[in-house]
T-cell receptor, first 111, second 115 residues
Framework: SQQGEEDPQALSIQEGENATMNCSYK?????LQWYRQNSGRGLVHLIL?????REKHSGRLRVTLDTSKKSSSLLITASRAADTASYFC???????????FGKGTRLSVIA | KAGVTQTPRYLIKTRGQQVTLSCSPI?????VSWYQQTPGQGLQFLFE???????NKGNFPGRFSGRQFSNSRSEMNVSTLELGDSALYLC??????????????FGPGTRLTVL
């Protein structure tokens, strides 16, 4: 069953614009992770944020976590055509439990 | 380090047959997880193996099974294939410790088509 639900399901923006994707989840978590998937290939880990953290940055990526609202957002700044992919959030309830993925946001960046 | 490898990359089978997929994790990783990805259900967890033992199991029928060998390589088997088993099967490995302990490293997947 899906724990995370991403919003929007699809997003289309121009190169150079910022892209924001949201993820909501249902139960308490140990950490939340964001992954990228290019066209039917394997997933690539982008960033992990722990339940006691509120914000993390990695290059052009910024992730926030609001545990009171059970939600997270992924911001990609100054997007590029190469950022075109599907983005998934995944939650982990505790250290050794499986990741539970949302259905993803399909991002299209138009050059 | 070499990444996670999966073989074969593509597979076509017919209903009722069985299939075995293979996954070689990153060297030093002892945890291997399997996921099924379909357009309708998204990414669903199948099972996880750690040090040759199944540590977690998802909600799939008994036709789906797996194992892990002493070198951490893992196989999953699907018996009596059904049309609905057509999917991208992804394998992921993770490190036993360190800063990236909870991060999963995914292979390219095996695309299974059941006719």
């Amino acid at each position: 069953s899906q724990q995370g639900e991403e919003d929007p399901q699809a997003l289309s923006i121009q190169e150079g614009e910022n892209a924001t994707m949201n993820c909501s989840y249902k139960t308490s978590i140990n950490n939340l992770q964001w992954y990228r998937q290019n066209s039917g290939r394997g997933l690539v880990h982008l960033i992990l944020i722990r339940s006691n953290e509120r914000e993390k940055h990695s290059g052009r990526l910024r992730v926030t976590l609001d545990t009171s609202k059970k939600s997270s957002s992924l911001l990609i700044t100054a997007s590029r055509a190469a950022d075109t992919a599907s983005y998934f959030c995944a939650t982990q309830n505790s250290g050794n439990t499986p990741l539970v993925f949302g259905k993803g946001t399909r991002l299209s960046v138009i050059a | 380090k070499a990444g996670v490898t999966q073989t074969p990359r593509y597979l076509i089978k017919t209903r009722g047959q069985q299939v075995t997929l293979s996954c070689s994790p990153i060297s030093g990783h002892r945890s291997v997880s399997w996921y099924q990805q379909t357009p309708g259900q998204g990414l669903q967890f199948l099972f996880e193996y750690f040090s040759e033992t199944q540590r977690n199991k998802g909600n799939f029928p008994g036709r789906f099974s797996g194992r892990q060998f002493s070198n951490s390589r893992s196989e999953m088997n699907v018996s009596t294939l059904e049309l609905g088993d057509s999917a991208l099967y992804l394998c992921a490995s993770s490190s036993p410790g360190g800063l990236r302990i909870n991060e999963q490293f995914f292979g390219p997947g095996t695309r299974l088509t059941v006719l």
